[in-house]
């Protein structure tokens, strides 16, 4: 079974800082993805990445994967109180299904 | 012009009932999903059928039996609802080995 390992857990910052969550795993992927969901919705994807070393930007994300496609970071700067939300890592490898990590929950203070 | 839709948003009910989670998609996908998301955030797959055909059935017990009458509807039935099932139930369709689109979940609380 992959399992994606995500870090921190919960994460509370003020508005204007910046940040980065984690997504780690021990199997090699194809692609990964980053989703936000927020309360009484489903989860919308913000990115994916295929490619090892990739970064992708999206306004203040940005998103990385690692070298040896294990492992990727996503990074806000200057987080917003519309940044809220569960931020969710996905993956998987060619047709497999894919797999979530338990998500952080990021909330930023005005 | 809701992409994935399910119904109901909400569901409450007695222990050994049985119900149904409705989920339609107008993109055009040939395969759709059920995730079960638990109290913690956390979003398992229970089912994934593709072009109407069962691809994917994780260890989900046998109260929980998914149909696909065709692409666009894959719906969700279970039978004698127990305490554990309380959960949000996501339905979510795709090109197989493309991002996911989720509907907006359904909150079944069993009493």
């Known amino acids: 079974t992959q399992l994606l390992e995500q870090s921190p857990q919960f994460l509370s910052i003020q508005e204007g800082e910046n940040l980065t969550v984690y997504c780690n795993s021990s199997s090699v992927f194809s692609s990964l993805q980053w989703y936000r969901q927020e309360p009484g919705e489903g989860p919308v994807l913000l990115v994916t990445?295929?490619?090892?070393?990739e970064v992708k930007k999206l306004k203040r994300l940005t998103f990385q994967f690692g070298d040896a496609r294990k492992d990727s970071s996503l990074h806000i700067t200057a987080a917003q109180t519309g940044d809220t939300g569960l931020y969710l890592c996905a993956a998987n490898s060619g047709n497999t299904p894919l797999v979530f990590g338990k998500g952080t929950r990021l909330s930023v203070i005005a | 012009d809701t992409a994935v839709s399910q119904t109901p948003k909400y569901l409450v009910t007695q222990m050994g009932n049985d119900k149904s989670i409705k989920c339609e998609q107008n993109l055009g996908h040939d395969t759709m999903y059920w995730y079960k998301q638990d109290s913690k955030k956390f979003l398992k797959i229970m089912f994934s059928?593709?072009?109407?055909?069962?691809?994917i059935n994780e260890t989900v017990p046998n109260r929980f039996s998914p149909k696909s009458p065709d692409k666009a509807h894959l719906n969700l039935h279970i039978n004698s609802l127990e305490l554990g099932d309380s959960a949000v139930y996501f339905c979510?369709?795709?090109?197989?080995?493309?991002?996911?689109?989720f509907g907006n979940g359904t909150r079944l609380t069993v009493t």
């Open positions: 990445v295929v490619t090892g070393g």
């Open positions: 979510a369709s795709s090109h197989i080995g493309s991002p996911l689109h």
């Open positions: 059928y593709n072009n109407k055909e069962l691809i």
